[in-house]
């Protein structure tokens, strides 16, 4: 038996199934692009690389304030981008404490795969095969009945 659900895909609603009882793959066995993806759907993730896209370096407050995300949860983000050697992070010895984050040359080289990406998003965007995925709904946004 498989189970259906939705996983939030570049700013898209992405239907995938899981079989129940299947064994998730160890580490080593799964794919870079497997792991990439995981990374990248990760809840805000994206907002975030495009956050620093547009501007950078930007602090974090102006990030917080900018994309509306939660303290806590845009801190573990830019700390696991941190680790994964996607984000920079730059702290200035000042009072008060200032710090600065910023694409490093890896995050900077996201930019060649989100392009095309974003070109077969909207060659294919009307598209009836296409209708698995839908816009997701904004934070807090009622459901239509």
């Not at 992405?14 to 995981?38: H, N």
């Not at 009072?95 to 294919?124: C, N």
Request: glycine share 6%; charged share 30%; net charge positive.
């Amino acid at each position: 038996m498989a189970l259906v659900y939705p996983v939030n895909y570049l700013g898209l609603k992405v239907y995938t199934e899981k079989r129940m009882g299947a064994t998730d793959l160890s580490e080593t066995q799964r794919c870079g692009f497997e792991q990439t993806i995981e990374l990248l759907g990760q809840k805000h993730v994206l907002v975030i690389l495009r956050a620093l896209f547009e501007q950078q370096p930007r602090r974090f407050s102006n990030l917080r304030d900018a994309l509306h995300i939660n303290a806590k949860t845009l801190t573990d983000r830019l700390e696991q981008l941190e680790r994964e050697g996607l984000v920079s992070r730059t702290a200035y010895a000042e009072i008060p404490r200032r710090v600065e984050y910023g694409l490093t040359q890896m995050g900077r080289d996201l930019s060649d795969i989100f392009r095309p990406m974003h070109a077969w998003k909207e060659k294919y965007a009307g598209r009836s095969t296409l209708a698995v995925l839908a816009p997701a709904p904004a934070v807090g946004a009622r459901r239509r009945r």
